[in-house]
């Protein structure tokens, strides 16, 4: 639920920032009612001065360059493509520690008998990832199915934290000291471009293997057009395509889960305009959060079955794509 000191706007805006651990080197200021509760007088000082508009900080304010958490979103932007999101790393590795230890828990206490609920969940799992891979990748890979059930099930893991109400865990992490927190790591681009780049690492790593270098660069090279005239067109237009296969399957999946936390974190904000619209959110808020479980399943699905057609095609040595 928004606060009372709080705008719609600055609502939106805390629920939707990282908490960033990176290097400043010169000072940031934060603007008024943005900075993190819990800063240091000197920082609550600079962030509402009438001298941040012409020099970014107080005066009065003395300033450490170096690593540290950003207060607000624009220091966590001045940090750059070094600094880590912590929330995202945090859950999406405590996720997938989670899941494996499911899964090592159901193959510890498998039986040939009349198997637990537990068991009927995995092998259920299992079963469905496998008829995928067989009916899509047909060439020979131990590592293809591994690969495409951990994906599924560890965006789906992932996924899922979207349906968690948007104030309950940030709120219980304020309590601690810690006033940014967002669970949902797949509403972090850095985290799926970063699982599309791995992918995107294998794609190439097979499809030299499978076809050797010099194959996969007469695949780039005279592909679509098989002329040598045609060789630089060609270039442009296959790179463009390799390239776009990590970039689409990974702002998808951030497309659409940080679209549904943007329409979780609005509804919210109706909570707090009053008992008629309390009603009226308490109803929106379950009504997507049931369609919502729909878009969770759908993303992870398509995340990993893009993930072995696009194997597939490193494997595909054959002159037709």
Not at 30 to 45: I, V
Not at 157 to 164: G, I, Q, R, S, V
Not at 223 to 230: D, S
């Amino acid at each position: 639920m928004a606060g009372e000191t709080q705008t719609s706007g600055e609502y939106i805006k805390h629920h939707l920032t990282n908490l960033t651990y990176g290097r400043l080197d010169s000072p940031v200021a934060c603007p008024a009612g943005n900075a993190q509760e819990g800063g240091s007088a000197e920082e609550s000082a600079a962030a509402s001065s009438g001298t941040q508009a012409s020099s970014g900080m107080d005066s009065t304010h003395e300033f450490h360059p170096g690593w540290q958490f950003a207060q607000c979103s624009e220091q966590a932007k001045a940090m750059g493509f070094n600094a880590i999101n912590v929330d995202s790393m945090g859950w999406s590795i405590g996720l997938g520690l989670i899941l494996l230890l499911l899964f090592r828990a159901a193959a510890s206490g498998a039986t040939s008998g009349i198997p637990g609920a537990l068991q009927n969940f995995v092998e259920m799992i299992i079963e469905f990832i496998d008829d995928m891979v067989s009916s899509i990748f047909s060439h020979r890979n131990p590592m293809i199915a591994p690969m495409a059930l951990t994906i599924f099930t560890w965006v789906f893991a992932m996924n899922l934290m979207d349906l968690l109400p948007v104030d309950w865990l940030p709120a219980a992490a304020a309590a601690s000291g810690i006033h940014f927190f967002k669970i949902v790591p797949t509403t972090d681009p850095n985290i799926t471009l970063g699982m599309a780049a791995a992918v995107f690492l294998l794609i190439v790593f097979y499809s030299v293997r499978q076809k050797g270098p010099g194959g996969f660069l007469r695949e780039l090279a005279f592909h679509p057009f098989n002329h040598w005239i045609a060789i630089p067109a060609n270039l442009i237009l296959e790179t463009v395509n390799l390239i776009a296969k990590p970039v689409s399957l990974g702002l998808r999946l951030f497309g659409n889960m940080y679209a549904g936390e943007v329409v979780f974190i609005l509804i919210a904000l109706l909570f707090g305009a009053g008992a008629a619209f309390a009603l009226v959110a308490g109803v929106l808020q379950w009504a997507w959060a049931v369609f919502h479980v729909l878009i969770i399943t759908l993303q992870a699905f398509i995340f990993s079955v893009l993930t072995i057609v696009y194997m597939a095609q490193a494997y595909d040595v054959s002159e037709d794509h």
